[in-house]
């Protein structure tokens, strides 16, 4: 059906295309003045993410825009879009070598899509970066003999043994690892080599576009003076560093990934069965819903064998499935006896528990499904 129109709309339609030209002039000024930031932050070395001129600046146009009318939401949604934006044209420029005489860096498992954001990164940062994947073992010795350090970036179960597999590494070559559970790999990294060992954990996946305010897991390993610089490197990226001993880390990877995983993979596995129809749930979906369909359907557009991974590498997995099943069991239960008020207790208790982060995840959550709305065309 066509749009129906008139002639004073279509007068007012020629102002507002008229002031769009305008904000992509005004648009085009920012983007170049940030271009120069981004040349002195790689001169520099500043982190190309600089939260506190961040907020002060987005307190200072929020109340500007109050002031005028505008809704203070409005200005902090277009700025931080800006600043994403900000972020991919920073990262491109490059960034400071910190550490000028290292060796190269070799990234094994280079070839993947994780090893590839790495390689990216510190090619940007100036390093030598090499790659071996699995086709170049043969030429390992060689790639490795003058190693300044070496990222181990493969698959979850692959780890430990690519680890055993290494050649002796130059005794102060840094050995890290990307891997999602920290304790296996971190033993056997100090196992096999006696210099400089660190466990990292990217949190984020291979599609993000530049590192500022993503997170990476810190785990020590040895000799941590010597590699001060990648930590520095990693936020001189964007991203913020958050330590923590690799027991905690693969204690909350089980609730956070594993168990998150698995759940989502049942309730896909259910709608499969079930013979839902998509099409259909979609037509009669809330944005909420339409998300949380995202969020499982997004689960199978990826490689299988990485999910099952991350589910089967933890040793404690089936306990907690078995924990979740008995918590369903107990729902299961309110519902069998149709004890409706069992129900609001239970729920009751789970808000207390959840305290101020239920409303703070409301709020935030009300506004991914606005920004989630925006992006929809029909
Ligand atoms: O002011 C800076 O440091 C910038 O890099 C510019 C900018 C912006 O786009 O305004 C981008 C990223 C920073 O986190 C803060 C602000």
């Known amino acids: 059906m066509a749009e129906p129109s008139s002639k004073a709309l279509d007068g007012l339609r020629v102002k507002i295309d008229a002031v769009d030209q305008e904000l992509l002039q005004l648009l ?17 070395g500043v982190p ?39 972020y991919i044209s920073e990262n491109d420029v490059g960034f400071k070598r910190i550490h000028p005489t290292l060796g190269p860096v070799v990234i094994v498992g280079g070839a993947g899509k994780l090893g590839q954001v790495f390689a990216n990164l510190f090619g940007l940062s100036g390093y030598e970066v090499r790659i071996l994947d699995k086709a170049d073992w043969a030429r390992a010795p060689q790639l490795l003999a003058d190693a300044g350090a070496v990222v181990i970036s493969v698959p ?30 971190l033993a056997a990294m100090l ?6 060992v660190l466990g990292l954990h990217p949190m984020f996946g291979p599609d993000v576009s530049s ?10 390993g040895r000799a941590e003076a010597k590699y001060q610089w990648l ?17 905690e880390h693969d204690q909350a990877m089980q609730l956070v990934q594993a168990m998150r995983h698995f759940t989502a993979f049942v309730y896909g596995l259910h709608l499969k069965r079930e013979h839902a129809d998509i099409e259909q749930l979609l037509q009669f979906s809330s944005p909420i819903y339409r998300l949380e369909l995202a969020m499982v359907g997004r689960l199978f557009a990826q490689d299988p064998s990485l999910y099952a991974d991350i589910i089967f590498a933890q040793p404690d997995a089936l306990a907690r499935a078995r924990h979740y099943l008995q918590r369903y069991q107990e729902a299961l239960a309110l519902l069998e006896a149709g004890d ?8 009751a208790e789970v808000a207390e528990w959840f305290g101020d982060f239920a409303e703070q995840f409301r ?13 929809r065309s029909v």
């Open 340 to 347: 409706k008020a069992g129900f609001c207790d239970s729920f």
């Open 211 to 220: 590192l500022a305010k993503q997170v990476v897991v810190v785990c020590h």
């Open 363 to 375: 709020s935030e959550s009300a506004n991914m499904l606005m920004v989630a709305n925006d992006s």
């Open 28 to 44: 085009r000024r920012r983007l170049d003045l940030v271009a120069e930031v981004g040349a002195i932050k790689h001169k520099d």
């Open 231 to 247: 930590l520095e490197q990693i936020q001189i990226w964007g991203a913020r560093l958050h330590e923590a001993p690799a027991s």
């Open 156 to 185: 979850i179960e692959a780890t430990c043994e690519v680890i055993e597999r290494l050649p002796p590494l130059p005794v102060d070559c840094l050995l890290v690892d990307l891997t999602s559970i920290k304790q296996g790999p």
């Open 191 to 196: 196992r096999v080599h006696p210099g400089p």
């Open 48 to 86: 190309i993410y600089a939260p506190k001129r961040e907020a002060s600046m987005l307190a200072k146009r929020r109340a500007e825009a109050e002031a005028m009318g505008i809704p203070p939401q409005l200005i902090e949604d277009l700025l931080r879009r800006m600043m994403r934006e900000s």
